[in-house]
């Protein structure tokens, strides 16, 4: 599987869940992978992993709340690659509460670890993007999309997100680069660890998506990403790509 023979990607929130496998799913295709996390331990064990497939592919330790450092993200991956071609913005913390005990910290968290990330990473990697007609993946959610209850710091970044997404496609489509947006849903460890907390109500949740299970994090949601970051979706730009099983239909 060669499809994204030599081409190097950015992958945040890489260490563990939907990142790490987006990251093995491209790492198998040929890509040299940079993943980006807080998470030492799980980095450097995803990073073993991916090495089986792609020997380049290496764990970068950075905090994604730390603004002023992302460039240096950019800076480390073009010195050891030469360039950048593929800018995966997955990683996103927020936590669940009512709109009227929503603070400053709550919102300061989610966008601190999404939008902000996501729009300084862009804005660092775009001169290199330009030389590669390189491709951008942000990810949108279910929960920004409904507007679900106790997630309004989480649905705002995300539509924020969204929203970012479609003026870079209109602004750098004439340089070649694509900006496409996953809205995904995906068995985390921290599905799994709320699939066994509250079965009934996961069970519940399995049962409305139309394909009936939870995606999986490499087969469903790395495929993606790799068609995504592949030249199959050269002509795709600016659109929230539904992977979740059927769940949100848009129209
Ligand atoms: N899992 C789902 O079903 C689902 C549904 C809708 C949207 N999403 C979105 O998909 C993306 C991935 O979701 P997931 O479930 O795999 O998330 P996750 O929480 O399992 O993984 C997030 C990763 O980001 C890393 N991280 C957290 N804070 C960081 C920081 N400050 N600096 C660097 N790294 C940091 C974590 O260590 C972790 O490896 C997110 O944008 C999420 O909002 C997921």
């Known amino acids: 599987m060669t499809k994204l023979q030599d081409k190097v990607a950015i992958i945040t929130g890489g260490a563990g869940g939907i990142g790490s496998g987006m990251a093995k799913a491209m790492a198998k295709e040929g890509a040299i992978v940079a993943i980006v996390d807080l998470n030492e331990e799980m980095g450097l064990a995803t990073e073993a992993e991916l090495q089986k497939y792609s020997p380049k592919s290496f764990f970068i330790k950075a905090n994604l709340m730390e603004h002023a450092n992302l460039k240096n993200i ?35 968290l989610s966008f601190g670890t999404s939008f902000y990330p996501t729009f300084y990473l862009m804005q660092a990697a775009l001169p290199y993007l330009k030389e590669t007609k390189g491709n951008i993946i942000n ?6 999309l409904d507007g679900h209850k106790t997630q309004g710091a989480y649905a705002a970044a995300k539509e924020a997100i969204r929203g970012l997404s479609r003026v870079a496609a209109n602004e750098w489509g004439e340089f070649g680069i694509n900006v496409n947006i996953i809205s995904p849903l995906a068995y ?19 049962k409305q998506v139309p394909l009936g299970r939870f995606g999986d994090v490499e087969q469903d949601i790395g495929r993606a990403a790799v068609f995504l970051a592949s030249a199959d979706s050269s002509y795709i730009t600016g659109q929230t790509i539904m992977v979740d099983g059927g769940s949100i239909m848009l129209h």
């Open 188 to 206: 985390t460890p921290g599905v799994e660890a709320w699939s066994k907390a509250q079965p009934e109500y996961y069970e519940q949740v399995r």
């Open 74 to 108: 950019v800076k480390t991956v073009v010195e050891k690659c030469g360039k950048i071609d593929i800018l995966v913005n997955n990683a996103h913390v927020s936590k669940q509460v009512p709109l009227e005990d929503t603070t400053q910290e709550h919102l300061d």
């Open 139 to 144: 990810f949108a959610s279910g929960a920004g």
